[in-house]
């Protein structure tokens, strides 16, 4: 049996959002949208937000040293300027929790949703939107930087400008035009991108630069409440190969920097390390049958050594943030983490200064526009009755992370 050892002090866990697990959250744009039929129904959810402690207790009993979670910005911020000394109180609590079980947190200070009073007045489209990201970034860490060291300003700034001003499925539902051509994408519903206004593509280059100057304006403000703290931004990297074909070659490499290398560039001078969200892989030229997860995405988690490789000519160290797939009967998930850990491993050997992997997702959650039936969860969730089930594939996943490394 061979023994892949990762780096001692190595961080293994998994990831959720706040947004997609802890339900009763009101104020904010996703839920006015699933009022008005533009997304699934989000009630509850998993009720973490009540049950923490015990879902605490499952990720003591997996191995895990470490846990991502997202503060809920309608939260702490109901009105705009005016914060929520009981909302902080509650994650404080969160915090608290996991430094019980010896557990480090991992805090992404915002992971997609708006509070309506920012979403109804123009979002990230506002000219100030920068300034108020920043100020809000700024309290979250004065209140908790003394139980979280690791803060990460942003979750996939990219992914949320698409899906939000190019594809029409997610709030604001705004499609971008080029031209004649009329950008568009479902998510699981045709519904919310049919319905949307057509707004010229420079208002999507609007938004992403805003979330490029709220990232770096955040980590100033950050950094002026405590120097300690390690400041990152979460990115989801697609990666791009190809065939030795120059015509697929050249494509690759445009694709890489439209996805990844324009926005990285213009925020690495504002990070003190990176964190990676793996999924997907496209090769230009590639007639390979590949495997499909629940969401139709090849399964392709070797890639993930690839992903790792690209963010590292930045030489910032990185932490996986995000890497999983839907697999509702948990057939393909326990063979998946194991050579997503191996493409990292790779990784690590060539010189990649990786410090940490956060499987996503810990619990099953409201999968976006596809609701709740797509299942990441290393836990499966019951919707009707709440009931935990750990998955047979949480449990290779235990092996690896009591072991910090991978057995074969």
């Known amino acids: ?12 866990g998994a990831a959720t959002s706040a947004f997609q697990v802890e339900g009763g959250i009101k104020n904010m744009d996703w839920e006015e949208a699933a009022k008005k039929g533009l997304v699934p ?32 910005w309608a939260r702490i911020e109901p009105e705009e300027g005016k914060f929520d000394l009981e909302a902080i109180n509650h994650y404080r609590k969160v915090l608290e929790a996991l430094r019980r079980r010896n ?26 939107a920068p300034e108020v990201f920043a100020r809000y970034s700024a309290y979250v860490v004065k ?42 994408k479902p998510d699981g519903t045709w519904r919310s991108a049919q319905i949307t206004s057509h707004k010229n593509i420079l208002t999507y280059f609007k938004v992403v630069n805003n979330l490029i100057k709220a990232h770096n304006l955040a980590y100033d403000k950050i950094k002026e409440t405590d120097q300690n703290i390690n400041v ?23 694709a890489r920097y439209v996805q990844s290398g324009y926005l990285m560039n213009r925020v690495i001078d504002k990070c003190d390390s990176v964190g990676l969200n793996y999924y997907r892989a496209t090769k230009f030229g590639d007639t390979k049958k590949y ?35 839907a697999d509702a009967e948990d057939k393909m998930r326990a063979g998946y983490i194991t050579r997503q850990v191996d493409g990292m491993w790779c990784a690590i050997q060539d010189g990649v200064d990786v410090r940490g992997h956060m499987y996503w997702s810990l619990l099953d959650n409201y999968e976006l526009a596809l609701g709740y039936e797509k299942r990441f969860g290393l836990v499966a969730i019951n919707y009707e ?9 949480a449990y290779v996943y235990k092996k690896i992370c009591e072991a910090n490394a991978l057995l074969e």
């Open 291 to 325: 495997q499909l997860s629940d969401m139709g995405w090849k399964i392709y988690p070797e890639g993930i050594e690839f992903a790792l490789k690209y963010l590292w000519k930045h030489k910032k160290p990185i932490y996986i943030s995000e890497a999983g797939l």
């Open 385 to 393: 009755t709440q009931e935990r089930t750990i998955r047979p594939s």
């Open 143 to 184: 209140n908790l930087s003394d139980l979280c060291h690791n803060f990460s300003t942003i979750n996939e700034p990219n992914v949320f400008a698409s899906h939000g001003w190019l594809y029409g499925a997610w709030p604001p539902f705004k499609r971008g035009q080029l031209l004649w051509f009329k950008f568009g």
């Open 41 to 72: 129904k989000i009630g509850i959810a998993a009720d973490h937000f009540n049950r923490y402690e015990a879902d605490f207790d499952l990720v003591k009993l997996l191995g895990h040293n470490a846990h991502r979670l997202s503060i809920e």
């Open 1 to 12: 049996m061979t023994e892949k050892k990762f780096p001692d002090g190595f961080y293994w």
């Open 232 to 254: 990152s931004i979460v990115k989801h990297v697609r990666v791009f190969q190809s065939n030795a074909n120059p015509v697929n070659m050249l494509l690759a490499c445009i």
């Open 103 to 128: 557990i480090e947190p991992f805090i992404t200070i915002w992971h997609f949703t708006l509070p309506l009073w920012f979403s109804q007045s123009g979002g990230f489209e506002r000219k100030d």
